[in-house]
């Protein structure tokens, strides 16, 4: 699976808009993105994924460039909850063969008031 | 989304006793489940992929004899951490693949803390 890159942390002010990248180069036809997140002690929450149309769902929007070497995942109004270390997972997919979620680093959003 | 849960959530045991974990997909079935574990201010680390009915897949470096994965059904798998030792204090999580009416999204659980003292 192609590996991903991302800033390790960012701030974003309460209220405001969160825009996460994450560089994928090496992302094959096969290859989605998906976005997770964790909040300290607890499992991993999915939050969306992609192959190359850009995507929204009730928690974020998730925008692929069109050579598809990076993402954004945007959270619209940020709240404090938001805090959370977030994941850019390249994964494939493929009859039978669809791949495991392996976890770089992440970034770890801090959401303040 | 769908639920995957895990028990027990926290855990004490003694060194050298084995201690079982449980994860349930709760409305879904899932023939794809995978274990990981996670250490303070680290990622999460894939052990294994656990498979319905089969033996499970373990990751480079694991050991398949210390950490029993079975699966015996399509809504729960067990790991057992056998003759657990100080250093196997961790973060326990599972994760469960949903079908392709989910687009065969992994979902996962909210982790089990395991510590041996």
């Known amino acids: 699976d192609a590996k991903t890159t991302q800033p390790p942390s960012m701030d974003c002010a309460e209220g405001r808009a969160a825009n996460l990248p994450c560089n994928h180069s090496?992302?094959?036809?096969?290859?989605?993105v998906y976005w997770y997140r964790q909040i300290h002690s607890q499992g991993p929450q999915y939050i969306i994924h992609?192959?190359?149309n850009n995507e929204t769902n009730e928690m974020a929007s998730l925008i692929i460039t069109e050579d598809r070497k990076s993402s954004t995942l945007i959270l619209p109004h940020a709240t404090l909850r938001d805090t959370a270390v977030y994941y850019c997972?390249?994964?494939?997919?493929?009859?039978?063969?669809?791949?495991?979620?392996?976890f770089g680093q992440g970034t770890t959003l801090q959401v303040k008031p | 989304g769908a639920v995957v849960s895990q028990h027990p959530s926290r855990v004490i045991c003694k060194s050298g006793t084995s201690v079982k974990i449980e994860c349930r997909s709760l409305?879904?079935?899932?023939?794809?489940m995978f274990w990981y574990r996670q250490f303070p201010k680290q990622s999460l680390m894939l052990m294994a992929t656990?498979?319905?009915?089969?033996?499970?897949?373990?990751e480079q470096g694991v050991e398949k004899d210390k950490f029993l994965i079975n699966h015996a059904s399509l809504t729960l798998s067990t790991l057992t951490v056998t003759s657990a030792h100080p250093e196997d204090s961790s973060f326990y999580i599972c994760?469960?693949?949903?079908?392709?009416?989910?687009?065969?999204?992994?979902?996962f659980g909210e982790g089990s803390w395991l510590t041996v003292v």
């Open positions: 994760s469960a693949m949903g079908g392709q009416s989910s687009g065969n999204t992994i979902y």
């Open positions: 090496t992302i094959s036809g096969n290859e989605y």
């Open positions: 992609g192959l190359k």
């Open positions: 997972i390249v994964r494939r997919h493929g009859s039978g063969n669809t791949g495991k979620l392996i």
């Open positions: 409305d879904f079935q899932a023939t794809t």
């Open positions: 656990s498979n319905e009915g089969s033996k499970a897949t373990y």
